[in-house]
């Protein structure tokens, strides 16, 4: 699983790919930018739920 850092660094590439020639932020960065923040909060919660889980495990 990639860290969140590591996807927010991907994002920020491709946002910066996509805005290559254009000199404002459009809908193709605020949708890669809304999918970044929709994959770190699954990730959190994933990791969330792998603590519960082994804190389960453990008792």
């Given at each position: ?10 994002a920020f ?24 923040r929709q ?21």
């Amino acid at each position: 699983m990639l860290e969140n850092y590591n996807i927010a660094n991907a994002a920020f590439m491709a946002i910066g790919a996509s805005k290559n020639g254009r000199k404002m932020f459009d809908v193709r960065d605020l949708i890669i930018y809304q999918q970044v923040r929709q994959i770190a909060m699954l990730q959190e919660k994933i990791d969330e739920l792998q603590h519960r889980l082994d804190a389960m495990n453990e008792n």
